[in-house]
């Protein structure tokens, strides 16, 4: 099992559609995959759980993943994180 | 699975969130709106009379009813004072008072010396019990939040769990269809209720949406009306859901119902291994049926075993 801290840097944070494309994103992965944010930790395959953590700008979540593709899967992750989503800002 | 735990709200907190439903009025000890609850116990007043009771614990709640209020307006002067001073204890977080009558007086002016305020209601006793207790067991309670599906099959809370792919939200909009009531989809927040149920419900944020493949996020309540729906519901049965394995071996005859630990207490579990082809929202609905039965005390297997038995010992040798 890695576990990871990340920033959300992108303006609007883990908003609906940004939130849909971490489900995509880890649903390529074979690997059990969950965030943690503010003593909440969801699935990062289920869409509405990753919504109830309305994880805005600047926060700090930590990506769990375990399984055989766990690297992949968490350096995916971040690559997502990090180009804001695909937003601009 | 994580655990979540307030320390504590303010009287101020508590009042607006019953405010909804209980009509109420603060008579005194305004300046201690800001006083912390910290305990989700309601004390009761027996503690005032008896001495047998413990005293209160640091940030409780004191409930004083009508019909305790109506002893109070026939002591004595002196007991009166006597037991105003038991009343208000640093301890106590704020008073309320099921009665239509402003109190005596003197309850006022020690409420205000001492900054713990005074709260009339004038709604009845149990609507207002059940509404102070549910916010204070939702906020201060052991809380946990889980992946799964909490539906309220014929009346029975069950939660449904089993690895996210694996259909859990498609089987509980079937589910739905048939005329249950969804209270959460995927994600089910559990506290713990004075008498020691589990209550499970749902993030305020995603209440009664659901998200279906091909479909995205569709908000139940608006397609099915409100009697497809629940705020909470405690649990009663867990079924869980598993990938039909050929090389496991599974129990056929379901002698006696398995349990599942969930925040410390044990549930009755029926594991139901999932197959193409196989009707799931009707082995759910069947397996509530099968539960309730039990619960009463009826097994058709032990009734087939009885007869058997029976049969073997008149017909055999």
Known sequence: MIEKKLKIINKLGLHARASSKLVQTANRYTSKITIIYNNSEVNAKSLLGLLTLAAAKGSEIIIKAEGTDEDKAIKAIEKLIEKKFGEKE | ?317
Not at chain 2, 184 to 192: A, R
Not at chain 2, 310 to 315: H, L, R
Request: aromatic share 6%; with cysteine.
């Open chain 2, 1 to 317: 699975m994580n655990r979540q735990h307030n320390i504590f709200i303010t009287v101020e907190e508590l009042l607006k969130h019953i405010g909804e439903k209980i009509e109420f009025e603060i008579i005194g000890g305004k300046k201690g709106l800001k006083n912390q609850i910290s305990s989700y116990h309601i004390l009761e007043p027996d503690y005032l009379v008896s001495n047998l009771r413990e005293k209160p614990k640091n940030g409780e709640v004191l409930l004083l009813s009508e019909r305790y209020m109506k002893i109070f307006e026939n002591f004595s002067p002196l007991k009166k004072i006597k037991l105003l001073k038991k009343i208000f204890l640093e301890e106590i977080s704020c008073v309320f008072l099921i009665q239509q009558n402003e109190p005596h007086k003197k309850f006022i002016s020690m409420a205000n010396y001492h900054k713990i305020p005074v709260i009339i209601i004038k709604s009845p006793l149990k609507e207002t019990i059940e509404a102070i207790s549910l916010y204070l067991t939702k906020t201060l309670s052991q809380h946990q939040r889980i992946h799964g599906v909490m539906m309220d099959i014929l009346g029975v809370g069950v939660l449904i769990l089993g690895d996210s792919g694996i259909g859990k939200s498609e089987n509980a909009l079937d589910l739905v269809m048939r005329g249950h009531r969804l209270i959460s989809d995927d994600i089910v927040d559990l506290y713990e209720s004075l008498n020691g149920e589990i209550i499970a419900t749902s993030p305020e944020l995603t209440r009664y949406h659901m998200e279906i493949r091909g479909l995205g996020i569709i908000n139940i309540k608006e397609l099915f009306g409100i009697s497809a729906t629940g705020d909470n519901k405690k649990i009663q049965l867990i079924i869980e859901l598993e990938i039909w394995d050929e090389k496991k071996e599974y129990d056929r005859l379901i002698w006696s119902m398995k349990t599942k630990k969930i925040m410390d207490k044990e549930f009755p579990i029926i594991k139901i291994p999932v197959a193409p082809g196989r009707n799931l929202s009707a082995i759910i609905e069947v397996a509530v049926r099968v539960f309730l039965l039990r619960q009463m005390g009826v097994n058709p297997i032990i009734d087939i075993d009885k007869r058997l038995r029976e049969w073997n010992i008149n017909n055999g040798e």
